[in-house]
């Protein structure tokens, strides 16, 4: 990173022992985020282990409100029910809190940001900035590149998810499984409602009245708050299928003037962070096994979407690693960004005592 402030910072990484959370400690790492002090927090259960960072064991402590006071930035990664109890009580204390879970992301005046298509909307945030779901984090680039050159009618999503999304049980659930299937052995389910070898589940997190999952509401309407079009239309299928790493996106999207394949390429390849992979000729496409460790955003098999009439329609496959950019890697390019424009609160060296009651 370049311009930040030179003051090392202290950092706090909530649910520092998950998938995400140890993403997060070794993204901040191999950035060279300027952290004078870390805290690795977690649940009681993980309290007094230890977690290797920057070359160093580091001892985990628990996730209380006293573990926030004097720290800079807190990542936290500890699911929804842990950010909506601890994340206020650390911005009380002066803390500014990224938060990835799905919390805070809708709420009006909470900034929900993707680095590189709304970093603006940083500068409002009062202690607590969201960090969008991983289907919508790779999306909203490229159809940044496509609302501003040809304008946004509507998106059509279909996502194949990998078992990381949901954590560390399900990428055991998944090996568990394929090895039980080579043994002859048949599939136990416990994470998932069916057994995710050799299946494809149509079904991320819980059902909504109107008939969609939450995962796939997430997609409509963190996209829509990201990309400033409140009234955009959008529709996504999100189905989980047994990919260990990164997301791929079958989308389909509706533009309000014509716009070529070629064209959207290099609109495509000027967004920082994409990356184009388009020769179907020799097979190449973006694939989740390429993408998984990667920060980039794979897009390819841009083509006009001929059931649109009038050139207004594109067809396109967007692959990532749902860890690191949709996930860790954002969080520290926000975090990034606050230091760089100087948008990390000033009250955090605010003394414990000094709080409200
Ligand atoms: P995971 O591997 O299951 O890890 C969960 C982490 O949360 C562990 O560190 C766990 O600590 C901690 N934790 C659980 N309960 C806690 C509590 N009461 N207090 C403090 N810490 C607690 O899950 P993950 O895949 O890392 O995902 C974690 C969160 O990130 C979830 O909210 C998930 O929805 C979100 N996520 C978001 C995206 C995205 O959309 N950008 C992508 C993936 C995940 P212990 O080890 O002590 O139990």
């Not at 970093?119 to 790779?138: F, K, V, W, Y």
């Not at 998810?161 to 659930?173: D, L, M, P, Y």
């Amino acid at each position: 990173m370049s311009g930040h402030s030179p003051r090392p910072l202290t950092v706090a990484v909530v649910g520092a022992t998950g998938v995400v959370g140890r993403m997060m400690t070794t993204v901040l790492v191999e950035r060279g985020f300027p952290i004078g002090e870390v805290r690795l927090l977690a649940s009681a259960r993980s309290a007094g282990t230890t977690l290797p960072f920057a070359g160093r064991q580091v001892e985990v402590q628990e996730a209380t409100p006293e573990a926030f006071d004097g720290v800079d930035i807190a990542l936290f990664s500890a699911g929804g029910a842990t950010s909506r109890d601890l994340a206020p009580q650390a911005a009380a204390r002066g803390c500014t809190v990224i938060d990835n879970s799905s919390a805070w992301r809708m709420e009006p005046g909470i900034p929900l940001v993707v680095s590189q298509v709304n970093p603006d909307d940083l500068r409002a945030h009062e202690g607590i900035i969201a960090n969008p779901n991983c289907s919508t984090m790779q999306l909203v680039p490229p159809l940044m590149a496509l609302r501003d050159a040809a304008g946004l009618e509507r998106v059509v999503v279909d996502t194949y998810q990998a078992v990381s999304g949901t954590g560390g049980k399900a990428i055991a659930e998944l090996e568990t499984q394929v090895r039980a299937h080579v043994a002859g052995m048949p599939p136990e389910p416990h994470v998932y409602p069916h057994p995710i070898a050799f299946n494809a589940l149509p079904e991320i997190d819980v059902f909504l009245e109107n008939g969609y999952t939450k995962e796939e509401w997430k997609v409509v309407t963190e996209s829509r708050k990201i990309l400033h079009l409140p009234d955009l239309r959008v529709s996504c299928t999100a189905v989980r299928v047994p990919v260990f790493m990164s997301h791929s996106e079958a989308v389909h999207v509706e533009t309000r003037e014509p716009i070529t394949p070629d064209r959207a390429r290099e609109l495509f390849a000027a967004v920082p962070g994409v990356v184009v992979r388009d020769d179907p000729a020799a097979h190449v496409y973006p694939l989740a096994t390429e993408a998984a460790g990667s920060d980039a955003i794979y897009v390819g098999r841009v083509r006009t979407d001929l059931s649109v009439p009038d050139g207004r329609g594109l067809a396109l496959w967007i692959v990532s690693d749902n860890i690191r950019k949709g996930a860790a890697t954002n969080a520290v390019e926000l975090a990034e960004l606050l230091v760089e424009r100087g948008w990390v609160r000033a009250a955090s060296r605010r003394p414990a005592e000094a709080l409200p009651a």
